[in-house]
């Protein structure tokens, strides 16, 4: 069974660093890409970017290049989104997703077949 | 502001069918790229629905389909029923942002 777990939620302060996790089973994880999705209080999703775990390569949506950070450890199949100065604006939940090319063999034809549950980031002075 | 526009809301009385539409431009869904479906029910995370335009994953009832014809796509839930009530999300490629893009959301109620 493919599972994606990811770690608790946080409470942090503005200007604190953080780093969550996603941690992949049941699957070759270097065999599919981990995207992070963003979904803001009472909004929709919002796609952050995305890890290839075989090679670690990363893209990232142009609204959020920059202010965060995508980064994979294939070793033990987790990938990462991390924050070096968090601001109240980042509170969200965020989701990360496997993408699956469904036989396409395409680049762009990707969905997001499976999520993990979510995690909670409350950035609050 | 999403780059694929959703209606916010739509509702339907149990049994009937309700579509829900995804409109986006030369970029993404016009430039032919494939449209997937998610549906997220209240406090969860969202699900994948329809994939590749109209393909269903395992599991998934067949009162759900999808179509897409030029800019745009479409969602269609037949045979309405309480548990359809969630928030539906339309996702594809965008070759302007060079990422993959989502549409705002539609807000299904169950009459």
């Known amino acids: 069974e493919v599972q994606l777990v990811q770690s608790g939620a946080e409470v942090k302060k503005p200007g604190e660093s953080l780093r969550i996790s996603c941690k992949g089973s049941?699957?070759?994880?270097?065999?599919?890409?981990i995207s992070w999705v963003r979904q803001m209080p009472g909004k929709g999703l919002e796609w952050m970017g995305r890890?290839?775990?075989?090679?670690?390569?990363?893209n990232y949506s142009p609204s959020l290049q920059g202010h965060v950070t995508i980064s994979g450890d294939k070793s033990i199949s987790t990938a990462y989104l991390q924050w070096s100065s968090l601001k109240a604006s980042d509170t969200a939940m965020y989701y990360c997703?496997?993408?699956?090319?469904?036989?396409?063999?395409?680049?762009?034809?990707?969905?997001?077949?499976?999520w993990g549950h979510g995690t909670l980031v409350t950035v609050s002075s | 502001q999403s780059v694929l526009t959703q209606p916010p809301s739509v509702s339907g009385a149990p049994g009937q069918r309700v579509t829900i539409s995804c409109t986006g431009s030369s970029s993404n869904i016009g430039a032919g790229y494939d449209v997937h479906w998610y549906q997220q029910l209240p406090g969860t995370a969202p699900k994948l629905l329809i994939y590749g335009n109209n393909n269903r994953p395992s599991g998934v009832p067949d009162r759900f389909s999808g179509s897409k014809s030029g800019t745009s796509a479409s969602l269609a839930i037949s045979g309405l029923q309480a548990e359809d009530e969630a928030d539906y999300y339309c996702?594809?490629?965008?070759?302007?942002?060079?990422?993959?893009?989502f549409g705002g959301g539609t807000k299904l109620t169950v009459l």
């Open positions: 997703a496997r993408m699956s090319d469904y036989g396409s063999g395409s680049y762009y034809n990707r969905n997001f077949d499976y």
């Open positions: 996702q594809s490629y965008d070759s302007s942002l060079s990422g993959w893009v």
């Open positions: 049941g699957y070759s994880f270097t065999s599919y890409w």
């Open positions: 890890i290839d775990p075989s090679d670690s390569y990363t």
